[in-house]
């Protein structure tokens, strides 16, 4: 079995799952830059369900690209557990996503000559890692896919494929989840039924899960909201209800 790069270790601090530190982000040069990110300091909670909203252009995405390693910010640093990402080369990076991190795509990104029990492993299979098919059972029945195992992507529906995603990105344990707008092209009571499993992973099989959203009705399943504006953290919500949310944007003008 493969083991995960060992690279800048830090203590890692009890109960955070990443962490970010004076991040910046500027795309462009001149007249031209653009800040994406404007000096971030924002924690994630290990065990939490974390969602990040904010207006149009705010920096949402490029936070969480950041926070997952699949962007380099131009200055401050990223801890993921007990390791800074700064420290590592491209090869070191995607050894330790491909280890530590899940991702979940609001296009599903599942490969459509695959059954879905084959999109779900096909990330162990890639790291030569053997399944854990005691947490793989754990997980298809989480996710009420048992009878969906040997189907194609085109053979079932949009949440059925978003729940095989969810499943991709929890079968290697990874400390943390990244769901990048994951009910984006789904319909509302799907969206709920996704949005409830992402819930339930953090809640009954302690996973980590940081979402971005920009809808309210998605972010009140999250136990904290972080808002961002202007490239900056505007402020938190916890236990947020949907029309906490939507007050909360309102302010901000998003």
């Not at 380099?72 to 420290?87: H, I, K, N, P």
């Not at 997980?139 to 949009?158: N, Y």
């Not at 009910?183 to 009571?189: I, M």
């Amino acid at each position: 079995m493969n083991t995960s790069p060992v690279l800048d270790h830090l203590p890692a601090t009890p109960g955070v799952a990443a962490e970010a530190r004076g991040l910046t982000k500027v795309y462009g040069s001149g007249a031209a830059q653009v800040h994406a990110l404007a000096g971030i300091d924002l924690t994630i909670e290990s065990g939490r369900f974390t969602a990040i909203m904010g207006p149009s252009g705010s920096g949402k995405s490029t936070l969480m690209h950041c926070l997952a390693g699949l962007d380099q910010a131009t200055s401050g640093e990223v801890v993921v557990g007990d390791q800074r990402l700064a420290a590592m080369s491209d090869n070191e990076l995607t050894a330790f996503r491909r280890h530590h991190v899940g991702f979940v795509f609001q296009s599903f990104n599942l490969l459509p000559m695959l059954t879905a029990k084959q999109n779900i492993l096909l990330p162990l299979d890639l790291a030569g890692v053997d399944p854990d098919w005691t947490w793989f059972d754990e997980l298809i029945g989480v996710l009420g896919l048992a009878d969906r195992l040997g189907h194609r992507p085109t053979q079932l529906s949009g949440g059925q494929q978003q729940r095989v995603a969810v499943a991709r990105a929890l079968m290697s344990r990874p400390r943390i989840v990244f769901a990048d707008e994951p009910t984006g092209n789904l319909d509302s009571r799907t969206s709920a039924e996704v949005l409830e499993f992402l819930r339930r992973s953090v809640r009954e099989l302690g996973q980590t899960v940081v979402m971005v959203t920009h809808e309210p009705s998605a972010a009140a399943y999250a136990d904290h909201v972080v808002l961002v504006a202007d490239g900056r953290v505007a402020g938190r919500l916890d236990s947020p209800t949907q029309d906490d949310v939507l007050d909360a944007l309102r302010t901000m003008g998003g």
